[in-house]
């Protein structure tokens, strides 16, 4: 695994750790995670999502992180999903192990209060669904591929159901799950899978556009925002409408409001401290 720090686009440090096959590169305000495996066509290993775990757990409290990307090398896949080859593959029975390294990327994720964009530059299936469902935000190159071929290896996409369940419709779901099918970008975007996509050659500037807009809002309201989305999910309405009201108060007392509506007002660009 290499970490590679950057300022304005320029390396000024970087230190090798024991795992590999993923590139974690810190700038100013954004982390970038790349499968780092395109001659596997970036398929998941252990190491590869407890790597993503762990880099998103090290990163997501500092208070200058303002958006994650994630993406594959190369321009053929986002993620193919679990690596298949004997000795490299997830698909290990170890019955003293109670949670599986999807599921704990997965809670990771979950409990992230920064925005995630998923960077689909090529084929995502089965396993890269999965992390494609884990991000806030998509944006896809045109020649992207989607789906849930386990069904004709003889598994199932079980936990990859948890993350696209509420994200696609149920018809469209059971249908990619139950005959393996692909789809196209286009009919991705139709169902919700993505926010936007664009040419191949234009998906870095897409990208860059998104993380641009989020880094120009204010970080403590998109941080609390996030974490008042992700839990109002099991709640009832009555729940949710109380949550929500109580949020209100704390949120107008923040600096960045005080900052935000004064700005407005005067009509200048706000000054984020993100308190």
């Given at each position: ?99 599986l390294p999807m599921g704990e990327l997965a809670r990771q994720v979950h409990a992230c209060h920064v925005p995630i ?83 191949d050659g234009e998906l870095d500037a897409a990208v860059d556009a998104l993380v641009a807009e989020i880094v120009a ?9 996030k974490y008042a989305m992700r839990a109002v999910e099991a709640m009832s309405f009555d729940q949710m409408m109380a ?33």
């Open positions: 695994m290499f970490i590679t720090y950057r300022q304005r686009g320029t390396t000024v440090s970087q230190s090798e750790l024991q795992t590999h096959d993923l590139q974690i590169v810190r700038e100013p305000h954004v982390l970038r995670l790349t499968i780092d495996r395109p001659g596997r066509r970036n398929a998941l290993t252990d190491a590869v999502l407890l790597g993503l775990r762990d880099a998103i757990g090290m990163h997501a409290n500092d208070p200058t992180l303002r958006v994650i990307v994630m993406t594959g090398a190369g321009d053929k896949a986002f993620c193919a999903g679990a690596d298949l080859t004997p000795g490299d593959t997830p698909f290990q029975p170890d019955f003293g192990r109670l949670m964009i998923g960077r689909i530059n090529g084929t995502c299936v089965a396993g890269g669904m999965g992390l494609l469902g884990l991000c806030d935000l998509a944006v896809a190159a045109r020649s992207a591929r989607f789906g849930l071929p386990e069904v004709r290896v003889g598994i199932f996409p079980m936990q990859i159901l948890t993350v696209l369940r509420d994200l696609i419709p149920p018809r469209l779901l059971n249908e990619l799950c139950l005959t393996g099918k692909l789809i196209g970008s286009a009919q991705a975007l139709e169902a919700g899978l993505v926010n936007h996509v664009v040419d809002a204010s970080p403590i309201a998109v941080r609390r925002g949550f929500t009201e109580s949020m209100i108060p704390a949120m107008i007392q923040t600096q960045d409001a005080r900052e935000g509506m004064a700005a407005f007002n005067e009509r200048r660009a706000p000054a984020w401290t993100g308190r």
